[in-house]
């Protein structure tokens, strides 16, 4: 199985009609697409991966040595030395991690990471509202109703933040999880993952694992719960996993497009007729939403829904 990659120029040309069912389908039976041809210069790209890989060689040193999930594998195989079964690390990932926003500190070495990331942010940020635009006409949603939600009418910014992630080669990769299965939490994800080694997966919906396979200077898009329960079910986040490996070191920059905290999200089309939820998905504040999602973010999400609704509920 392979996921989709679509040519996202085709929108522009007498070829937009196919994109457009392309995309949809991307939604609909995936959650997983790549677009090839977003219009980001590969030069940029190309900027954008050498910078976050010099970053990382800044911090290696730190993450062999402070990480926990490297410290509980070692201890695991120790014990294994020592005639006990060998069993998994529970509750870590294999994963070097920052963040980027607006408002908060960023690296200053490199010192061209600053000024690549932020022009980088800026082009994939274009990329996120002419997708949201996309998603609003194959939801027939009024133009810019996404966002209005997102920004809660206006008052606030949509959240919009960077995750880099590394991978690094790790000598037991059947003992940890790279990253834990998960679904997103907010709504549209473009991840710039690594074009040479592998280790995304996505859960299809026929219950498989598939590869999400590397493609040169692609962006993956996939959407999170917010997306979920605006469309009713019609564009199911999708769980989502990274491997450890044995060999190579995974970069993996994953920007998120999300509501704002005070914003209210709720089903904005009806519940299609074979959808399955049995009714229309709960209404509840994003913010509400993510204090529940911290607690539980590797656990089924419907529950999610559910509490988050609950304390709407509670203090109304």
């Not at 695991?76 to 005639?83: A, F, I, P, S, T």
């Not at 500190?105 to 990471?113: E, N």
């Not at 917010?226 to 990274?242: D, F, L, P, T």
């Not at 190579?248 to 939820?277: E, K, L, M, V």
Request: glycine share 8%; net charge negative; proline share 6%.
């Amino acid at each position: 199985m392979a996921i989709p990659v679509i040519d996202f120029s085709r929108l522009d040309g007498d070829e937009r009609a196919a994109a457009l069912a392309e995309i949809a389908a991307g939604f609909e039976q995936w959650g997983f697409f790549q677009l090839v041809n977003t219009g980001i210069p590969d030069e940029l790209l190309e900027r954008v991966k050498k910078v976050c890989s010099d970053c990382y060689k800044l911090r290696e040193e730190g993450f062999n040595g402070s990480n926990p999930a490297v410290k509980a594998l070692a201890a695991l195989v120790e014990r294994e030395g020592e005639g006990l079964a060998p069993r998994k690390v529970e509750g870590m990932d294999w994963e070097d991690v920052f963040t980027l926003h607006d408002d908060l500190p960023w690296p200053s070495i490199p010192p061209t990471f600053k000024e690549t990331m932020m022009e980088y942010r800026t082009e994939l940020k274009k990329l996120a509202e002419k997708l949201l635009g996309v998603m609003e006409e194959l939801l027939g949603l009024a133009e810019g109703q996404i966002t209005k939600v997102f920004s809660k009418d206006g008052d606030f910014k949509p959240f919009y933040g960077t995750k880099v992630s590394h991978y690094p080669p790790c000598p037991r990769p059947e003992m940890v999880d790279g990253l834990r299965a998960h679904t997103d939490a907010g709504g549209l994800i473009l991840l710039f993952q690594d074009d040479r080694v592998g280790g995304l997966q996505v859960l299809g919906r026929d219950g498989r694992w598939a590869d999400v396979q590397p493609v040169e200077n692609a962006i993956v898009i996939n959407t999170g719960d917010q997306i979920e329960v605006m469309s009713n079910g019609r564009y199911k986040s999708a769980w989502h996993r990274v491997l450890a490996t044995r060999d190579g070191n995974r970069r993996s920059i994953a920007s998120f497009y999300n509501p704002a905290r005070a914003a209210t999200i709720a089903p904005a089309i009806p519940a299609a007729a074979d959808s399955g939820t049995g009714g229309d998905y709960p209404s509840f504040s994003f913010g509400d939403y993510m204090e529940v999602y911290i607690k539980q973010k590797f656990q089924d999400k419907e529950p999610r829904f559910a509490a988050a609704a609950a304390i709407k509920t509670t203090v109304d």
